[in-house]
């Protein structure tokens, strides 16, 4: 079997295996395993593109952004903070129709801002958000819908960790993706806030929330503005510190994570918000999230060594090339694998496993990676709201621990949202310059 037939039958065979439930880093690893195995009818040669595989990714400086990153956003949501950003924007917002909702999405855009994860945003807010709204009589179906929508956001504004992983495999500076996701990540914010003011008036019925404005000032009647501005705050230190010490040339993204985890764990304790109990079981589950993360940029690595032994990419792209596509119509093609993969694969994953392959065909065609990176990202996140997968909408509904809320209901709270996502892909395809003008005007280094 010759290696262009392995590496065709390695694609379709981790998509069955993860269909058919293996655990993603897993069926990367072993179909790359035996790919190499039966092209080269050598086991040794396998092992030996393993250990280069683990040796090239990991140790890598790069990748030491992932448990610092990981590790500031555990802290912040154990210190309490996305409850108080929520409580900033319901302020800020609750005189105006389905404005618990547009305070949901401020809310998560600011928290993406000190966190990177849209998982931790579903979660958190899954929490903080879902119960407040459904008190201001908010219905169940748009309540979940925003959060699952709004928590995506997390990978698009930085600091993300698909950013860095997207950087990482196309050698491309984490503070240049940092920076270009600026832009689209408040596009898509804002996108959110308009397609919410339109459902409540458009479909109240759906949107509910009429005695919210009632609710909300009787809740704000002792409030005062030192109140809010002690709330906000810690969040703006924390922004500043990591994305300011980033954009200043001060920190690098992998400095910038190790000083926001520094000022997460200051901020948590003066708060009163951190036990030595709590610090350790932070400490504990940033190194589940890293070990499962570097465990799958391993397997995708590997995998990738595997298409490259077996020449997968090349073919691939003078396969493409054979049909004289245009940019555009390569872009349609991309766009919709995207969002297909990403209905069954979490973004990491298809990162790391189709990148590789459409780099080869990018090169003819001079395209910025940095803004493919942003397509890329936001194509694949689509997929955190659509099933069978839809991530975050799992998350929500396992955070949410309410029988009554079915993950049909979640689905379908999220859809105008994934709509929305798509809308959004197209304009930032349609005019790249949102997603590098802030580079061109000559902020990145």
């Known amino acids: 079997m ?55 990714t990991i140790s890598e400086l790069v990748f030491a952004s992932v448990p610092l990153f990981a590790l500031m956003g555990l802290i912040v949501s154990k210190a309490g903070l996305g409850k108080d950003v929520y409580e900033v924007a319901n302020f800020a917002f609750y005189r105006v129709r389905g404005g618990l909702g547009i305070a949901t999405v401020a809310a998560n855009a600011i928290f993406a801002s000190i966190t990177g994860s849209s998982i931790a945003s579903a979660s958190v807010f899954t929490r903080v958000a879902v119960p407040e709204m459904r008190r201001f009589g908010y219905r169940t179906r748009f309540t979940v819908g925003v959060v699952a929508g709004s928590s995506v956001l997390g990978m698009l504004i930085p600091p993300s960790a698909m950013l860095i992983i997207y950087a990482i495999v196309t050698e491309q500076s984490v503070g240049r993706m940092f920076i270009a996701g600026i832009i689209p990540g408040i596009l898509l914010a804002i996108a ?29 009647a002792n409030q005062t503005w030192m109140d809010l501005v002690k709330k906000i705050i810690p969040v703006i230190i924390l922004v500043l510190v990591v994305l300011g010490g980033i954009y200043g040339g001060v920190f690098t993204p992998t ?11 200051i901020i948590a304790v003066l708060k009163r918000a951190m036990s030595w109990r709590d610090l350790w079981e932070v400490l504990v589950e940033t190194g589940y999230i890293t070990a499962t993360i570097l465990f799958l940029i391993i397997s995708a690595s590997m995998y990738s060594r595997m298409l490259g032994v077996a020449a997968l990419p090349t073919v691939f792209g003078e396969w493409l090339n054979g049909f004289d596509l245009s940019l555009g119509k390569l872009m349609f093609i991309y766009v919709v694998l995207m969002v297909l993969l990403g209905t069954i694969i979490e973004t990491a994953s298809i990162i790391l496993i189709v990148v590789p392959l459409f780099l080869v065909v990018l090169e003819s065609f001079n395209v910025d990676l940095v803004w493919f990176g942003i397509v890329t990202v936001v194509g694949a996140e689509i997929g955190l709201l659509t099933p069978p997968l839809g991530i975050s909408c799992f998350v929500i509904k396992s955070a949410i621990n309410d029988p009554t809320v079915s993950l049909s209901d979640i689905f379908a709270g999220a859809f105008p949202f994934a709509v929305t996502m798509f809308l959004v892909l197209l304009i930032l395809i349609t005019y790249p310059q949102l997603s590098l003008f802030l580079l061109e005007i000559g902020y990145a280094k």
Do not use: C, H
């Not at 390695?10 to 269909?19: D, F, K, P, T």
């Open 2 to 56: 010759g290696g262009i037939e392995v590496g065709i039958i390695s694609v379709v065979l981790i998509v069955a295996l993860i269909y058919l439930g293996l655990y993603i880093p897993v069926a990367l690893g072993l179909v790359s395993f035996l790919g190499v195995w039966v092209i080269r009818d050598n086991p040794n040669i396998a092992v030996a593109l393993l250990s280069e595989s683990i040796d090239g």
């Open 192 to 220: 959110f806030g308009t397609l919410i003011l339109f459902m409540a008036y458009l479909v109240p019925r759906f949107v509910g929330g009429q005695e919210a404005a009632g609710v909300a000032a009787e809740d704000w």
């Open 255 to 265: 400095e910038a994570g190790a000083a926001g985890s520094l000022a997460a764990l």
